[in-house]
């Protein structure tokens, strides 16, 4: 069968048309819904456990559809051109942006396998080193902490001329245990940053640290008052696999590398 000239223009015409009207969800008011935010919608649902499915795509289609009509009638008022409403928008604008960002850096800049075996390790070790510093002991302290070691040199004079320890407690920089003349609570040596800790278990009851102990919280004079076996503790957890703590680890690193990007960027750009 030959076709007529005029005849197969109509076919070309109609054909070409059809990925323009396939592409839209519905017309309203001459204006189309993409499929697209068709789409998108009901890919955010599903990722919030919604099953795809005839009756939700029905769903968010009249779902669009009102909000096409209604974002005709909030516009022939001009509500979108307020202020607030516009600062609005572009803080939205924004946090999907940099959401964008975000998984983009991720997408060119992946946490490498070694990355995350080399923080498990990392991580493994200080555990097992904190458990090491645990003698089946419990020590009862007390603290002053402050910012300067010839503050705390101060403080070791004038406990050497007899001055109370409670009493020069006032003056730390530990708000907690300061109200209650530097006394902390009963604890392993594992629950203190390692230079407190060995400092401590270091002592003899009743006696004081004679030189300041330096963590990263400042310059401590300590006070060791009692020590006792330690209660039974409660069947250890198991360590995590490596493959088990895997998801966790590789979330922490991705965090780590785009607060670093950040950073960064921050330093790079002229702020006035």
Do not use: C
Request: glycine content about 4%.
């Amino acid at each position: 069968m030959t076709l007529k000239p005029a005849r197969l223009l109509v076919l070309l015409f109609a054909t070409a048309a059809l990925p323009a009207v396939a592409q839209n969800l519905a017309v309203v008011n001459g204006k189309p819904v993409p499929s697209s935010r068709a789409d998108l919608m009901i890919k955010q649902m599903a990722a919030q456990g919604q099953q795809d499915s005839p009756q939700l795509r029905e769903m968010v289609k009249e779902e669009l559809i009102s909000r096409e009509i209604l974002i005709q009638e909030a516009d022939k008022l001009g509500l979108g051109n307020t202020p607030e409403v516009k600062n609005q928008l572009e803080l939205a604008r924004q946090s999907i942006v940099l959401r964008a960002l975000s998984v983009d850096f991720i997408k060119k800049n992946p946490v490498k396998d070694a990355e995350i075996k080399a923080e498990y390790d990392k991580i493994k070790a200080d555990r097992d080193k904190t458990k090491a510093r645990d003698n089946g002991k419990e020590y009862l302290a007390r603290h002053i902490l402050v910012d300067s070691e010839a503050d705390a040199k101060a403080i070791i004079v004038k406990l050497k001329s007899g001055a109370k320890f409670e009493e020069l407690a006032v003056q730390s920089k530990d708000p907690g245990s300061a109200a209650k003349g530097g006394e902390l609570d009963w604890a392993l040596p594992s629950n203190f940053v390692e230079p407190f800790s060995a400092a401590m278990v270091a002592l003899q009851k009743g006696k004081f640290t004679e030189t300041p102990v330096k963590s990263d919280y400042g310059f401590h004079v300590i006070r060791l008052e009692d020590v006792r076996p330690a209660k039974a503790a409660a069947p250890e957890e198991k360590f995590p696999t490596f493959e088990e703590a895997k998801p966790r680890i590789t979330e922490m690193l991705q965090q780590q590398k785009l607060q670093a990007y950040q950073l960064d960027l921050r330093k790079k750009a002229k702020i006035q």
